[in-house]
């Protein structure tokens, strides 16, 4: 369904353009499609097939067939799919049909129940939580003898 919205709405876009500006469309991986090699795209790319290199764009969106094996560094990812590699984005949504090999480094993250995720998801910028509220060492009756 949302699919056919994205869709419909690209459409009346282009129709309804009063600024004659282009309307962006996505670059699409289909199903049965494998690139070998990286992609660099200032706009969307949805995969549903499979890439075996770096992805670096705008917004990108794994479909459930959908596979990376690379890097990915972008604005938006939503995670339908499977990836396997490093991801650096500002928001990132991992689906219940999901998994991600690696780690994510995002400013916001949602997951649905269900995803599965083998790396470590770190906020950019933020403190390590664990390093955030570390006591200093304790000076125990043993050390003061010394």
């Known amino acids: 369904m949302k699919k056919l ?14 600024a004659n500006e282009p309307v962006p ?3 699409i991986i289909s199903e049965h499609t494998t690139v ?6 200032q706009g969307t790319i949805h995969v549903d097939g499979r890439v075996e290199g770096d992805i670096t764009c705008e917004e990108l969106v794994i479909g459930v067939k959908g596979v990376v094996l690379g890097s990915v560094n972008a604005q938006h ?4 799919g499977l990836i396997q590699g490093k991801v650096i984005v500002d928001k990132l949504f991992i689906a219940q049909s999901a998994k991600l090999l690696g780690d994510a ?7 649905e129940p269900g995803a ?4 470590h998801c770190i906020r ?12 200093d060492l304790l000076i125990t009756d043993a050390s ?3």
Do not use: T, W
């Not at 480094?105 to 997951?111: E, F, Y």
């Open 116 to 119: 599965y995720i083998d790396g």
């Open 5 to 18: 919205k994205r869709m419909l709405y690209l459409k009346f876009a282009r129709k309804f353009n009063h």
């Open 25 to 27: 469309v996505p670059s």
């Open 77 to 80: 990812l939503q995670l339908f």
């Open 144 to 146: 003061k003898k010394k």
């Open 36 to 41: 070998n090699g990286d992609i660099i795209s």
């Open 124 to 135: 950019s910028g933020a403190p390590i939580p664990a390093e955030q509220g570390k006591p």
């Open 105 to 111: 480094v995002h400013n916001s993250i949602a997951i």
